[in-house]
């Protein structure tokens, strides 16, 4: 089944009761038991719930997996990840991060005595310097939040498997229609559904998917026993806007296009984040693992201190600043003082998070419209 039609389709079945083709939102708590145990497959909605699985089925048919979890909140499916750990074992995560992320695991999970170790992932050979005997879990993002670095998801899966880790991967900037993290070797794929999944800007949630049942077992386990979980509004507003997933995809990569070519031209441009161009850093791991680059795209103004940095950021009349991305409304983000602001500013200037980055989400409004609005922003 291609992709389009699974979108559509993959784990939704006409309501046996009605005949919907649309899979209701069962709003219950809890259900109806013949006997003590004896119930159809539900028991209380925080373990299982029909809207929420329809949903999770369809999300694993995407990322080519077996199973899937939906959470709460991306962060929600992060944290129950890190939840497989113990006290004293060993990430390795790459040097440019969410910074939800970098603050969950430095301020939460550091106190419990897991030790994170934020690594240059360009060349994914520097993982092997920081492996040793404690290490449990590869963490990896591709591409980056926000300078766009490209992790060879393959080689970092071998070194994964040569030395028996875990290998989780953050698919979100990417989402399925453009990588398939599985196919190439990882063990956990991790999505803020909040983003292209969900397309609309409307939801909160997280989901991880993957192949291993006993892996799967161990965060249902998890999932259920910590809760966070999604309501079944959520799931179905999700399972709605995933049946256009790739048609929006489509959108947001020929404007992504449109707009990094733009912005590469533009006097005001110093340095320019997309991985479509040739000169971007693996660029050809990029082409090789991505069936196209996004709508993703982070830039620094020319010679602009932070207050016309926030100027420009706040003159937009179509791309509107605020946190988040993948919706079909364009977006502008500052790094610094928004999705990155938890990250120490000598940390964050080592990857070139600095004062005069932002970060675009290009939405698929009509691209007259978008380049005008930069081309306005810019002057």
Not at 22 to 45: D, L
Not at 63 to 89: C, H, Q, W
Not at 297 to 321: H, M, N, Q, Y
Request: proline share 5%; net charge neutral.
């Amino acid at each position: 089944m291609k992709f389009g039609t699974k979108a559509i389709h993959a784990g939704q079945h006409p309501d046996p009761a009605t005949g919907a083709i649309m899979t209701p939102i069962y709003q219950t708590s809890t259900y109806w038991q013949e006997s003590p145990g004896k119930h159809k497959g539900y028991a209380y909605s925080r373990g299982k719930n029909p809207t929420r699985k329809a949903l999770e089925d369809c999300l694993a048919s995407l990322e080519n997996a077996t199973y899937g979890l939906a959470f709460s909140s991306g962060m929600g499916a992060t944290d129950a990840v890190i939840k497989l750990l113990r006290p004293g074992d060993e990430v390795i995560t790459g040097n440019d991060l969410y910074g939800g992320s970098y603050r969950m695991f430095t301020q939460v999970f550091a106190g419990y005595g897991i030790k994170f170790h934020f690594v240059d992932m360009a060349d994914v050979n520097e993982i092997n310097k920081y492996i040793n005997p404690n290490t449990k879990l590869l963490w990896i993002e591709t591409p980056t939040n926000p300078t766009m670095q490209i992790v060879d998801i393959a080689a970092a899966a071998q070194i994964a498997k040569t030395h028996q880790l875990i290998l989780a991967v953050d698919n979100t900037f990417a989402s399925p229609y453009l990588q398939n993290p599985i196919d190439l070797g990882a063990d956990i794929v991790m999505h803020s559904v909040t983003k292209y999944l969900g397309g609309h800007s409307d939801v909160v949630m997280g989901a991880l998917l993957m192949n291993d049942q006993k892996l799967y077992e161990r965060l249902a386990f998890i999932h259920n026993s910590c809760g966070a979980t999604p309501g079944p509004m959520d799931c179905f507003l999700v399972l709605r806007g995933l049946k256009t997933l790739h048609l929006r995809m489509k959108a947001h990569c020929e404007n992504g296009r449109r707009v990094a070519e733009f912005l590469k031209a533009h006097p005001r441009v110093d340095r320019l984040y997309w991985p479509g161009f040739e000169s971007h850093p693996n660029h050809d791991i990029a082409k090789k693992q991505m069936r196209d680059f996004g709508g993703m795209i982070s830039f620094t103004v020319r010679d602009a201190d932070l207050k016309e940095t926030f100027r420009i950021a706040s003159s937009f009349e179509v791309f509107s600043l605020a946190e988040s991305l993948g919706g079909v409304e364009s977006l502008v983000n500052h790094p610094v003082t928004m999705t990155h602001a938890s990250i120490p500013k000598v940390e964050r200037e080592k990857v070139g998070v600095v004062d005069g980055l932002l970060r675009l989400s290009v939405g698929v409004e009509d691209i007259d419209d978008l380049l005008a609005d930069l081309n306005k922003a810019l002057a």
